[in-house]
């Protein structure tokens, strides 16, 4: 698919064991947390709503026929994040990210989040889902340092 | 009655939700497990009882009546601890005594695992309370507020405070059951001796054995030392008393670590603030902005200058 988003199922070398989330208040069964299933969207902030049980970060994409698509991706709960520093001004509107996430199941727009990576370079982990964001950022970090 | 300023609150915060999120063992497969080097060890009662109430009254003898404390006395468990799911002793398959029809339910939330990876369903999804005894280990902070006639002992995740009557009073059964129970107790030295009742037919956490609202329960609380490299904690030895889901009593442990970060508990919203729901195939999905039903988040955030610390 051509357009300015870029959506990539990525097919890790290392990473075909199946990572199952680890607790929140709800199951995470519709989503693909599988390495091989992530994808990575490229898009600018629309919303970061800090909430319990779950926050979840918005982010507008710009297609290549110049449409737009808002990806919805469910993050963990104000109680996990901001022991992690993680915090309502961690996500600014307007700000240009990288999200890496397992999709959903059924296709819709939007994913359990497992990392940022933001326009200066730095990553973010604001992920529940046990240790998914980790593990996703260190496979991420193997890949491109090749 | 207590007044509030007879309560000790006790305020920190827990690093070991971020623990145990972060735990390796918690990525793994479909086990929500303590790593086991974090796993509390259980500690059995001293003898078989029969029952919740021969237990505590077994115990309350022993302690000559209980220990009749002062605030000046009562341990000091202040701060924001960790949640028990990172040092819980329960893993699957859990060691429980469970009757043939509990162990079939549990057996099914396996088979769900097997297929998804997690059970189809969690009841926490529709903003029910975790309920005792699953607040021993659902992976959110705990405060205790402690003083010589009550104790609170606090979750942030919605809001659920089991308050501990230790001033002698006997147990006044709700119309019906209630989420945490009821529970009195006493003081033996700096250990807190709970009897609980009265609670709901729920779970012990999600993927894990049901509990029938017979479930009774001793535990005893105390702060104890870190020794081998672990931390300080508080350390809860339980028994679960449950002649409908057990044919015999469960012994189990759990403690909470104290956070080594800033942190304050906040009202836990669910009900406008969820999205997550049930689908008609008995499995759980999300609502999307845009979808009929989407609860929009709140818009009145306040945002501090950037570049200013917020804490």
Known sequence: MKSCISLVVIAMAFGAASVTPAHAHHSFNMFDTRPEAEVVIEGVIKQWSLVNPHSWLTVTVTNADGTQTDWSFEAAAIAQLIPKGITIQTYEPGEKVTVVAGPLKDGRKAGILKFVKHADGHYTLPNDAGNIGQEALDRWKAKNSQ | MTRPRDLAVLAG???????????????????????????????????????????????????????????????????????????????????????VPYRARYEEKRRQERELGEVYYDRLTHC???????????PYHKEFALSPHQSWLMQEFMNETRRVYTDGRPHALPDGTEWLGDSIGFWDGDKLVVWTLGVRSADYLRGYPDNSAELQSVEVWQRVKGTGGRPDRVLVQATMYDPVGLTAPWNVATSYVKADYEYRIRYWDCASTSNDVRANDGKTTVILPGEEGFKAPPTDVTRPPAGTEKR
């Open chain 2, 13 to 99: 915060v827990c690093l070991a939700c971020t623990l145990a999120f972060a735990s390796p063992a918690f990525a793994q497969a479909d086990r929500l497990v303590a790593p086991p080097a974090q796993r509390e060890r259980v500690v059995p009662p001293p003898m078989t009882f029969a029952s919740a109430e021969e237990h505590y009254n077994y115990l309350l003898k022993r302690a000559k009546g209980g220990t009749k404390h002062t605030l000046a006395t009562l341990p000091d468990w202040s701060g924001i601890w960790q949640s028990g799911i990172a040092t819980m002793s329960m893993a699957h398959p859990v060691d429980a005594p469970l009757s």
């Open chain 2, 128 to 138: 029910e309370p975790s309920a005792y005894p699953r607040w021993l280990v659902e």
